[in-house]
């Protein structure tokens, strides 16, 4: 939202596949981190708190993000390619993180 105080800088991404399997440790360059390489890359342009919203086909959404989460509930600690990220569904993380968003 232009001239709002947004908090984050938001990436949405679709995919077919789930990429969130062997390949992070395998790959080249898994897609899970080029997502999240330029969610990073763009928040710092705008001086925003990254936040990757990504989905495969027929899966429910997640979210990848920068802060250890504050409640107890599911996520994954990722950390490769020099990046420390966490992964939750979508739906807990706004349920435990409560975001604020315009």
Not at 2 to 28: A, F, M, Q, W
Not at 44 to 64: D, E, H, W, Y
């Amino acid at each position: 939202v232009p001239n709002e105080r947004n908090l984050y800088c938001i990436e949405v991404k679709n995919y077919e596949e789930d990429h969130i399997n062997s390949t992070l440790l395998t790959g080249k360059t898994p897609k899970l981190i080029e997502f999240w390489e330029q969610t990073v890359r763009e928040s710092g342009q705008v001086n925003k708190t990254p936040l990757l919203i990504f989905k495969f086909n027929r899966s429910k959404m997640f979210c990848a993000f920068k802060e250890m989460p504050s409640a107890d509930y599911r996520y994954m600690f990722i950390s490769i390619c020099g990046h420390e990220i966490y992964v939750a569904l979508l739906e807990d993380y706004v349920k435990n993180e409560r975001p604020k968003f315009i």
